[in-house]
Every structure is written in structure tokens, then in C-alpha cells.
């Protein structure tokens, strides 16, 4: 089965056939670095990382470019308020934003860049397009003109006839149309500014994701990604800049659904409480990763605290079934194939649900292996788990969790510690001593050490 993906453009599922066979690029919008990210920013970091894994599983070389928005109105605001320059506050917020990408184990993109960086390719795209009839200069700003390419509004279904003025100036007058939107702003007092032939400014935001875009992965490349909430005005505006500057650009176009809180769009106010550096202090990193990336990605999350708690749950139930079984049969490296039915989910418009679904199953199977003590059973199932679990991002014994505060030669103390309070519980047992038994087995659970009978044998593990 070949991988299929749903092109917001097509409006359907389309075969991903790829410009270059073997090869995928792929451009995520990434952050505009205004404050630091809470969950609902972060979920297309997890999704397009989910889809890289992905891709590369199935045997593809990838190119991931993921940009950073380090000026904007919002920047500038935020820098005014703290009385700081414009930079502060954009390295601050990127920090925040790496922290949390690397927290929840996104793979880093090939190549990050930054819009102040990509001056030069802005100008480079604006004068094509101003000597192409597509954007004109007024009052130090430069326009784009939406009359001059006709599929305007094909991406987001809409006819120019019923489209609202673009709210992206102060000087409305200066357009031609007030549909017409910014490819770059001219400078105003106290304001960061960079030199263009058509004075001073500093770039749009659609300007610089088809600069950048088209600097890394070329005049056409596979996909382009970002939120639902950017296919108007934002993806809209990068296609026709880019189309009517005559670059063919993205071939695919993906949109992950938007975090809610109760039925709201995440809101600063609403979201403060979970900021991904707060949200990593109540549960796991890997705990968090797994809630973000087990809906389906076109699908809305509706935050609660009961859906985290659920997912905490069932990510626990498959670790201890990884933790159990490679205790049991040794930790069988992860085998590269994944079942069937999990490569057809992915390969289905990336269904993680249904992966999750085989997964699951498999992690029950493993159980009921372990219960019988059927250890070449155990040994298959724990290689099919890890095999899946390492295409999510998600193995409790691969990087970057393996290490997550597991305290190695701690561990080890403990190990023996525990194996001598077993054993006397074992004396006491066979002495028929129940109560000295129980009192080891209590004394023990207070210091924190839970222990389980299986048909191994006793085994121990750290309340959670
Ligand atoms: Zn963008």
C-alpha cells in the first residue's frame, strides 16, 4: 500500500507520489516567537514529526524545513510592553520553543531559518513580482495584487468577489484594493527596519515562509504544512505570491486540527496553565507527547483533564508491557518492520488511532505471552511493540526517554536491596511466617517499591 495523504488543496486523499522518487521535502510554518508555547502550539510540531518518522520509516530520504517567525507585530509589541528590544523577546520565546520541541522528542527539522535571515530572498521575490505585474510599492509598503492571479482563493474555497478587506496596514488607502495584502511593511519610528530598493521596512509574514520555503526545498517541493488556521489568509497569500511569481511550490498541502479548551480556540489567557514547560511538570514528557499525538492529526483536540489523564493511562500500559517483557526476554532490539496493519493506518492519511489500535492489541497479546510464561511469544510481540512505539517517537528504551531519570548505578543499589528484602519474604513465606511476609512486602511499597508476582518471579518497580 502506497502512503496516502489528504491535500487541503485537492480536497481529497491523494497517493503521495513524490517530485523525486526515494525523496520527500516537506516546510512546517514553524513559531511566531511572541510568548512561549503552550500545547495548542505545539501539536503540529508533534504531528509533522510523527509524519517525518514516517516518511523516513517507509524509506524516504527527507528534507524538513521549519521556519521561525522572529518579527512581527506581535514581537514588537511584546518587546514595547517589556521596554526590551524586539530580539530579546524573539530569542527568549525560539528558546522556549526549542526546549519544548526537544522535551516532547520532535526530531529537529534539517534546517530552522529565521525571516530576519531571508531579507535578501524577500527582496529577490518582491522585485519578480513587481516586475511581473503581481505586487506594486505604495506609500513605502509593497502590496501584492490579488486581481493579478486568478486562483486566488482556491485553497481556502473563496471567491475574491466575497472576500473582506485584508486588515494588515494602517495605511488601507495606499492599496489598490483593500483585498490586496502586505508582501512588506515600510518602516515606522522606533521600529526594526532592514533596507529594500523600495525603502526601508521589515517583511509580511507570507512573504517570508515563500522565500524561505523556496530557498531550502526549491521552486517545488512535496509538502507544506501548518495549522487549520493558516490556510486563509496565510497559505492562501503564500500561493499566490509564489505561483504568481512562477514557482510551482508546494504539491501537497496538510493542516492539523486546532487544541480547544472546551469548544474554545486556545487562548493566551485559557492556555497559561498549559504552557509545555508547566504541562511536562504534571505529567511525563513522553506522557504528553503520546496524549498530542494520539488523535488523528486532522482531527480537533479538545483539551481536558480527564483526555490527559486517559492517555497517561494507556501509554503506562504499554510501557510496563516493554518494561516487563525485555526483563523477561532481554530487550530484542527493535526490528525495523512494523506489523502490517500499522503501516496500512499510517499509510492511511496517517490514522494513528488505528495504529494505536494494532498497537494495543499487541501490547495485549505480549501480556497474555508474559502471563503464560510463553517467553519466544513475549520475545515476538515486545520486538512488534518497540518496532511501532519507535515510529511514533514513543520507546521507553530508545532515546531520548531510555535515560529520562532512570539513576543507572542507583538502580542497581536498589536492585540488590530489594532482591534481599524478597528474599527474606520468601524465608518468612516458607516458614509460614505470613505476617513477617506482609510486613516486608508494606515495608517495601512505603519506601516506594511496588512488587509484582509473575510467573517469573518476583519483580519490582517505582511507584508512579
Ligand atoms: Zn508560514
Known sequence: MTLRLYDTAARAVRDFVPLTPGKASLYLCGATVQAPPHIGHIRSGVVFDLLTRWLRASGYQVTFCRNVTDIDDKIIRVAAGE?????????RNERAFARAYAVLGCVPPDVEPRATGHVPEMITLMRRLIEGGHAYPADGDVYFDVHSYPGYGALSGQRLEHMRAAEDTETPDAKRDPRDF???????????????????????WHLECSAMATKYLGPVFDIHGGGLDLIFPHHENEIAQSRAA?????????????????????????????????????????????????????SGLEYSAEALDEAVAAYRRIENFVIRAAEVTGPAPARDLVPPAFAGALDDDLSVPQALAVLHETVRAGNNALAAAD?????????????????????????PWADAGSGDDLRTVVDALVGVALAQR????????????????DGLQEAGVVIEDTPQGPRWELKR
Request: proline share 6%.
Open 426 to 441: 520468601q524465608a518468612a513465606r516458607e516458614r509460614k511466617d505470613y505476617a513477617a511476609a506482609d510486613a516486608i512486602r
Open 83 to 91: 521596554g526590551v528590544p524586539w530580539w530579546q523577546v524573539a530569542q
Open 375 to 399: 517467553t519466544a511469544a513475549a520475545a515476538t510481540r515486545l520486538a512488534e511493540v518497540r518496532a511501532m512505539l519507535g515510529v511514533l517517537g514513543l520507546d521507553p528504551l530508545a532515546e
Open 182 to 204: 502586505s508582501l512588506w511593511k515600510g518602516a515606522k519610528p522606533g521600529e526594526p527596519s532592514w533596507e529594500t530598493p523600495w525603502g526601508p521596512g521589515r517583511p509580511g
Open 246 to 298: 512562477g514557482d510551482e511550490f508546494a504539491r501537497y498541502w496538510l493542516h492539523n486540527g486546532l487544541v480547544g479548551v472546551s469548544g474554545e480556540k486556545m487562548s493566551k489567557s485559557l492556555g497559561n496553565s498549559l504552557l509545555v514547560d508547566a504541562m511536562v511538570t504534571q505529567v511525563r514528557p513522553v506522557e504528553l507527547r503520546y496524549y498530542l499525538g494520539s488523535a488523528h492529526y486532522r
